[in-house]
């Protein structure tokens, strides 16, 4: 069926270090793609999101990178917090008034103080 | 500004039996969008609502059905209840921006028990 992989169930860092969390895509018609956070007993949080004609997008701390060719995806952290562990889902969407996002099933990053 | 609300925040139920869920999206936004996000699973697409009418449907039986009110409010119903029907059950609202609401926010969820 319909689905975005992901690399690493679970990424454990220290506090202070970088994080880069995995994503792989299988449309390549895909045309935008969004990161979100979900942390224990809430809904998911828009972190941010990439279009297909950029390759690299930056936020406070977080850089989402994207490789059309080999069809994946990255976010990266800068300066992991504990405040930053939580499961991150990487979702596509594609041409077409669907509005429907595909979501991979989550990394779990786990922030060692 | 408030964000999506659900109710209830959490529910059992018993096999067979039917259930209601609601959403209440972000004031301004007139797109609603229905997820489950079963035990260990990422977010599956149930429903999409906009202005009033369903707009998408994901891979799910037809005993997954759901509405969107005049106020953009939403319910999302399930019918014969099984056991695996066990899960999160998220809800989320966009703008309905240039024909694509890209980002959704989401509401807590209902948890969702079958027994």
């Known amino acids: 069926g319909e689905s975005v992989g992901l690399h690493l169930p679970t990424l454990s860092v220290q506090e202070g270090d970088n994080s880069i969390i995995n994503c792989a895509y299988s449309?390549?018609?895909?045309?935008?793609f969004i990161w979100y956070k979900q942390e224990s007993g809430k809904g998911p949080q828009f972190i941010i999101d990439?279009?297909?004609?950029?390759d690299k997008r930056q936020g406070q701390r977080v850089t989402v990178l994207l490789n059309k060719t080999v069809k994946h995806l990255s976010l990266q952290i800068a300066a992991t917090q504990p405040g930053d562990s939580a499961v991150y889902f990487c979702a596509e969407t594609y041409g077409g008034a669907t509005n429907k996002l595909i979501f991979g099933t989550g990394t779990l990053l786990a922030v060692q103080p | 500004e408030a964000g999506v609300t659900q109710s209830p925040t959490h529910l059992i139920k018993t096999r067979g039996q039917q259930v209601t869920l609601r959403c209440s999206p972000i004031?301004?936004?007139?797109?609603v969008y229905w997820y489950q996000q079963a035990l260990g699973l990422g977010l599956q697409f149930l429903l999409w609502y906009d202005e009033g009418e369903e707009r998408n449907r994901g891979n799910f039986p037809p005993r997954f059905s759901g509405r969107q009110f005049p106020n953009y409010s939403s319910e999302l119903n399930v019918n014969a209840l099984e056991l695996e029907d066990s899960a999160l059950y998220l809800c989320?609202?966009?703008?309905?921006?240039?024909?694509?609401?890209?980002?959704?926010?989401f509401g807590p969820g209902t948890r969702l028990t079958v027994t």
């Open positions: 449309n390549s018609a895909s045309d935008y």
């Open positions: 004031s301004g936004h007139t797109s």
């Open positions: 990439i279009r297909s004609n950029m």
């Open positions: 989320a609202s966009s703008k309905r921006s240039g024909g694509r609401g890209y980002e959704q926010y």
